[in-house]
């Protein structure tokens, strides 16, 4: 039969409700259209209060007694509500039997759970608090405001407790703590994160005390967004669509699936750097790990960075003997993963390893992950550029391992990186894929989904400030002692040093060594250094150290001194007398303060006991003439003479000279066309300028001491105990100490820096070592503390250098969260000139102040700045790389200048939303999008552009008359006044022309006349692109002009052809309580004849359903199917033909002719149905806020073609 119009029926579920048992099976009840409350509940005043959602299950029916065809069914929501603060949208789940709570779960997977997160809960967190206190690595991650962490209790247990939960506020900062690991007390840092939670926790959730095993198990989870249910709605039109249009505008692709309340998170203190990539140091680092523990959750520390793809494990006893890093973060047993490496913290941790102990030895390089501002580009997508293939050539090309490229789609950010091996890699799965070549800089990208339409692409990446890998190019000499004499100045002479060295094997003897003063200024004997007379200043380098516990004994001679100032005249010769005159050969000492460049040297001017004076020479990492340019000086020193009996002395500063060199930078114009900002800048450094430096400035107040040849020495004696040993690590001037790239041997202890102290031998374990002593980065100078017995040679495993500081023109940057309050952004800084960097956002999103301008998307979240000011246009700047005329307004231009890249820091005030309660609003909005909004259209969807207009026909109307309509329509539906429906088989239109013709069984008569027309004209296409700036393109252009008022698009719920049907009819020997659709073991000696007698079913009576007919006897059966249990019994005699109850109509037919003979006990029957009645769930969603229309409605439509 032919499928009518009252043939198509839309469904209700078991229970229209909102417990957690709504939904189920289809019942016997329609949902007559029109009807008050039909699907849904009145909205109480509550629901205005606080929202709630609300989710109906209905069924699209088809009502025939054969199994016609509904070809291409779809259900649309074809009209909205017209209350602004309710929204209505449709989704599927594919269950033709779930109830409320799988629903619901169903949507709340938008987000799941995913890996751990490398944080602690720090101690306990009661129960109702909205606050989480976690503890972390230095260097973790901080999450972003409106992320969504999760906590468990007794995890894939029993009594498991969960809680997701929406991040409002982030807080952090860097404490240090002391514990005891054995009978050692251990210094360590973690970073301390307070978090703010829009809901209170519903448990208390268990922590744990402080600790630095970073292999520590935790139950802070974080989670992923999975986006699995899709919804369907309907939009409104932003304007008129014209005959041909593929592109239409629309207010927004999005609907509001849950109400939400915003709230403001400040966010202070932000860096727009991060960490650059391990920079590798030597040629390779081993640690010997005898009886190392293998099991899940063990933990390596290495104790320094991990260059990725160096890290090797051997085992020659054990199996796999070989354990290798694959450049990725995991540790590999040839196919096998045996754990993680996090390369940054230097830390190896396995799992899925089963427990046992082996001997190994760990090789690597190792290195430092170098703190950067990265260089960064930004390319706005626009509607014209938009697509999922993006180029871009880089400049300066990126560093291996830095590059980071964001983009954002559907209001989601996605990132990839560069591992180091040419490949961008998703930090999503499924987020796109790309290559960069680091030697010319270009960069493919291809996105998992189209950007967004005013989004950027954002590049990041690195080229570290300047490092340079100094392991194998720097000899260390043996460190060296200094002490400064209680007394002074010391007779030349007579300093002693003895100190015993320990026992002599042969004779029990014990060993004492000595160091003397040869009187000219030189320490001589079991070791060589050097003494100041005049200042009791004193160093030395033992070729033999003192035993365990063991000090120094020191004696010497001193005279008593005089001191003094004096302003020096002259200029370059500087010319002063010492009163008193008759003054000891030796012992005089200066303090001369010279004025070079931008800062002021003092020289020490010994005398070297015949009446020469002298100043030595000195080099620092920043060049005279240009202070903040990369650079560096060597200036030499000076020489003078005294005159003994008179006092008088002269210094010669004008033969003070030396070099310096910088690296001058200069500023280009950034030349991409399709930049975020209209001027960037890129800052570049010319190659390395060397000249010469002379003195020509003045002294200031000089002081001295010397002592008087009448005066009388006195002996001194100080007993010394083991001082640190100095060990000089940097060659040369123009370097400086990359913190956390330090590791070498001494005395048969390994040495390592952290935050500007030396710790020995890390437990590899622990990581932890015991406290030996500081470094200063800016020299290289480390003061060690003696320990061991082993060689005094220094052997450098790890160092690297850096030169200068990092400069930035331009920046770009995302924020930790979004959407941002209007005027919120504010930056701060210092120009290369010292000059600060105060910058605002005004509430157009144009940054302004002193140093720089810029633009930032509020919505977004997308930051870019220029550094520099406004200057008056000038003849002196042409053909500077910065300047182009075109950039010239009012006489104006853009002058940049580079500011410092550590001092950058912004804040900002991100708009969070803040959850309801879940129980009250009836879905849990923490695992939910942030704003509570979620897309009803994509690419790839269908679309139905409709528009009805109503026409009264007031002309005299009978059978076999005609009317001729306003317009030609696609369909139409007839109503009277009474808004009785006219059936579709009393009337015959053509769509010829307009004309609407009247059948002859027509009695208007039986009609509240007059007859109303509801004339539709409708276009269905397929989506090609939907963005979330509201605009639908698609695959082929629009058949009608649609005006705005009463034009809806809808994207449609698609079934496919709607059809009942029998399938997957098999036998089998024993039913095993499974429900298989195939077979289990044998099948059985009879069978049905399914040739002769096939199975019927019905579109009415049919449902999806797994169906068993399960034989107890030769000839009686049970009727079962999976959800709806036993629905009856039959025999091998009779028809069978259980009646679904719901319909009145059989679930299906069996012939008892087809059973034939042979059934016995425990044989079953098995087969399938489909039913021609697919399920719709409804999300009636009310936002807070008054109601606007007293009786309010909206329309779900079942459509479809049928013969």
Request: with cysteine; glycine share 10%; aromatic share 8%.
């Amino acid at each position: 039969m032919a499928i009518q119009l009252e043939n198509i029926k839309l469904m209700a579920s078991q229970r229209l409700t909102d417990h957690d048992d709504g939904g189920g099976h289809m019942s016997g009840a329609e949902i007559v259209d029109g009807n008050v409350n039909n699907l849904y509940p009145d909205i109480s005043r509550m629901d205005r209060v606080y929202g709630r959602v609300s989710l109906r299950k209905s069924f699209a029916f088809i009502d025939t007694n054969d199994t016609s065809v509904y070809s291409g069914a779809h259900a649309v929501v074809s009209v909205p509500a017209e209350d602004p603060n309710v929204s209505v949208c449709l989704f599927e789940t594919g269950n033709p039997t779930d109830q409320r709570a799988a629903a619901r779960d169903f949507i709340e997977s938008y987000v799941t759970l995913g890996p751990r997160m490398s944080a602690w809960l720090w101690g306990d967190q009661p129960a109702g608090s909205r606050t989480i206190v976690l503890f972390a690595s230095v260097k973790a991650d901080l999450p972003d405001v409106g992320s969504v962490l999760s906590l468990f209790n007794n995890k894939d247990k029993s009594d498991e407790q969960q809680q997701y939960m929406r991040i409002t506020n982030v807080k952090a900062e860097i404490r240090s703590f002391t514990i005891m690991v054995g009978d050692k007390e251990v210094t360590f840092e973690r970073k301390i994160i307070t978090l703010g939670i829009g809901n209170p926790l519903a448990h208390t959730f268990i922590g744990v005390e402080i600790h630095n095993n970073d292999a520590e198990s935790t139950n802070v989870y974080t989670t992923m967004v999975s986006d699995a249910a899709k919804y369907y709605g309907v939009m409104l039109p932003k304007a008129p669509f014209a005959k041909g249009d593929i592109s239409l505008p629309v207010k927004s692709i999005f609907t509001h699936l849950v109400p939400s309340a915003q709230g403001e998170s400040p966010m202070v203190d932000l860096s727009p750097g991060e960490a650059g990539p391990v920079f590798g140091s030597g040629t390779g680092f081993s640690l010997s790990l005898p009886s190392q523990h293998f099991a899940s959750g063990v933990q390596i520390n290495v104790g320094r960075a991990i260059k990725p793809g160096t890290l090797t494990i051997s085992r020659p006893s054990a199996v796999p003997a070989l354990l290798e890093d694959n450049g990725d973060g995991i540790i590999m047993a040839g196919s096998q993963q045996w754990g993680t490496i996090d390369y940054g913290l230097g830390t190896v941790t396995f799992a899925g390893v089963s427990n046992h102990r082996a001997s190994a030895t760990l090789a690597c390089v190792i290195g430092v992950a170098v703190p950067m501002l990265p260089n960064s580009a930004m390319v706005k997508v626009e509607l014209a550029s938009r697509g999922y293939n993006w180029t871009m050539i880089l400049e300066p090309p990126p560093l291996p391992g830095t590059l980071k490229v964001d983009y954002r789609a559907q209001g989601k950010w996605f990132r990839l990186t560069d591992k180091g091996k040419g490949e961008l890699v998703p930090e999503t799965a499924g987020a796109g894929t790309g290559q960069i070549n680091y030697t010319t800089g270009s960069v493919s990208l291809t996105c998992g989904a189209l950007p967004d339409v005013g989004s950027a692409i954002l590049y990041l990446w690195g080229n570290p400030i300047e490092c340079i890998d100094i392991a194998g190019s720097t000899t260390v000499e043996i460190p060296e002692l200094k002490h400064t004499l209680k007394k002074k100045p010391v007779k030349p002479g007579s300093l002693n040093l003895d100190w015993n060295t320990g026992i002599d094997p042969t004779d029990g003897a014990t060993l004492i060594a000595k160091i003397t003063d040869d009187g000219n200024g030189n320490l001589v004997g079991d070791g060589a250094g050097w003494i100041r007379y005049s200042t009791g200043e004193l160093g030395w380098r033992a070729t033999k150290l003192p035993a365990d516990g063991e000090n120094y004994e020191i004696t010497y001679k001193q005279y008593p001194i005089r001191e003094g100032s004096v302003s020096p005249t002259g200029s370059g010769l500087v010319s002063l007398t010492l009163p008193d005159g008759d003054i000891e050969p030796g012992s005089v000492a200066f303090a001369v303060p010279v004025t070079l460049g931008s800062f002021i040297h003092v020289y020490r001017v010994v005398d070297d006991g015949n009446g020469h004076l002298s100043a030595p020479g000195f080099s620092k990492k920043q060049s005279v003439s240009h202070a903040t340019w990369p650079g560096s000086c060597s200036i030499g020193g000076f020489s003078g003479t005294i005159n003994y009996l008179t006092g008088a002395v002269t210094l010669d500063l004008t033969t003070i000279s030396g070099s310096e060199t910088w690296k001058e930078p200069w500023y280009k114009k950034w030349t991409y066309t399709n930049s975020y900002f209209d001027l960037q800048y890129l800052l570049r450094y010319k190659d390395p300028q060397t000249v010469p430096v002379s003195w020509t400035g003045s002294s200031s107040l000089v002081t001295y001491s010397y002592r008087l040849t009448a005066a009388s020495s006195s002996a001194g004696t100080e007993t010394l105990p083991v001082p640190n040993y100095i060990i000089q690590l940097l060659p040369a001037a123009g370097y400086a100490i990359q913190p956390g790239s330090v590791a070498f041997r001494w005395q048969g202890a390994l040495y390592i820096d952290r935050k500007g102290k030396l710790y020995r031998n890390p437990s590899t374990v622990t990581g932890v070592g015991a406290l030996a002593g500081t470094i200063d980065y800016s020299t290289g100078s480390c003061a060690c503390t003696v320990s061991g017995n082993g060689s005094p040679e220094v052997v450098i495993e790890s160092l690297v250098a850096c030169i200068g500081k990092q400069q930035s023109l331009s920046i770009s940057f995302r924020t930790p969260g979004a959407p941002l309050r209007p005027g919120s952004i504010n930056l701060v800084g210092s120009a290369v000139d010292g000059s600060p960097i105060s910058l605002i956002a005004d509430f157009d999103g144009r940054i302004g102040g002193a140093g720089g301008e810029g633009l930032v998307n509020y919505e977004q979240g997308i930051v870019t700045i220029n550094f520099g000011e406004q200057v008056a246009d000038s003849p002196a700047f042409a053909g500077q790389a910065w300047y182009d005329p075109a950039d010239v307004k009012e006489g104006k231009v853009f002058k940049p200048m580079g500011a410092m890249a550590e001092t950058i820091n912004y804040g900002c005030v991100v708009y969070s939303y803040i959850p309801l309660d879940a129980e009250l609003i009836g879905l849990d909005p923490v695992r939910l999008p942030t704003d509570g909004r979620v897309p009803i259209v994509r690419r790839g969807d269908v679309v139905v552009v409709h528009n009805a207009a109503t026409e009264t026909l007031t002309t005299s109307i009978a059978a076999g008359s005609s009317v001729t309509l306003a317009r030609e329509p696609d369909s139409i539906d007839l109503y009277d006044s009474a808004t009785v429906s006219l059936r579709v088989e009393s009337t015959k239109y053509e769509l010829v022309g307009a004309e609407l013709t009247f059948a002859e069984g027509f009695d208007p008569n039986a009609y509240t006349l007059p007859i109303v027309v509801n004339n539709r004209i409708e276009d269905m296409a397929l989506v090609s692109d939907a963005d979330i700036t509201g605009r639908v393109t698609l695959a082929n252009g629009l058949s009608h002009a649609y005006p705005q008022e009463n034009t809806f698009v809808s994207s449609a719920l698609i079934f496919g052809d709607l059809q009942a049907r029998l399938h997957g009819l098999f036998d089998q020997k024993t039913w095993t309580n499974v429900w298989s659709d195939s077979l289990i073991g044998d099948g059985c000696i009879a069978s049905y004849n399914e040739i002769n007698f096939p199975a019927v079913v019905t579109n009415a009576g049919a449902v999806a359903e797994r169906w068993a007919l399960i034989f107890d006897s030769s000839e009686h059966f049970k009727i079962v199917g999976e959800n709806y249990g036993v629905v009856g019994d039959g025999y091998i005699t009779k028809d069978c033909n259980p009646v679904n109850p719901a319909t009145n109509k059989p679930y299906f037919f069996f012939d008892y002719r087809g059973f034939g003979q042979g059934w016995v006990a425990g044989n079953v029957l098995r087969f399938t149905t489909e039913g021609a009645s697919p399920p719709i769930w409804a999300v009636r969603t009310t936002l807070q806020g008054p109601a606007t229309e007293p009786n309010d409605q909206f329309t779900i439509q079942i459509r479809g073609d049928a013969e």
